[in-house]
């Protein structure tokens, strides 16, 4: 069974850094995609970034383009999300998520998701 389990939010002052980690077990991802979401208080879940566990291709939503950097770690079977420059309406809840086949943005063609951790950044 897919397991997916996050780890490495908190508390951050705007403008600091944050490295969300997401360890996936439970199969071979090789043909996989891993996104990340999040999920501000009264807002629906949106689209952050994702890779392709292959290849390495990744996709960002603007507003985190040039601040977040997605990556993997097939043999730790891990991705990351490193958040720099963080500002006070990228508090939410993220997720990370995984579908079969090609990367997208779209939260409802991925199958398997985490438990969520906490960003939040103070002004």
């Known amino acids: 069974q897919v397991q997916l389990v996050e780890s490495g939010g908190g508390l951050v002052q705007a403008g600091g850094s944050l490295r969300l980690s997401c360890a996936a077990s439970g199969r071979s991802f090789s043909n996989y995609a891993m996104g990340w979401f999040r999920q501000a208080p009264g807002k629906e879940r949106e689209f952050v970034a994702a890779?392709?566990?292959?290849?390495?291709?990744?996709y960002y939503t603007d507003s985190v383009k040039g601040r977040f950097t997605i990556s993997r770690d097939n043999a730790k079977n891990t991705v990351y999300l490193q958040m720099d420059s963080l500002k006070p309406e990228d508090t939410a809840v993220y997720y990370c998520?995984?579908?079969?086949?090609?990367?997208?943005?779209?939260?409802?063609?991925?199958?398997?998701w985490g438990r969520g951790t906490q960003v939040t950044v103070s002004s």
């Open positions: 890779i392709s566990w292959s290849d390495g291709i990744t």
């Open positions: 998520a995984v579908r079969r086949g090609v990367i997208t943005a779209t939260s409802f063609t991925y199958n398997y």
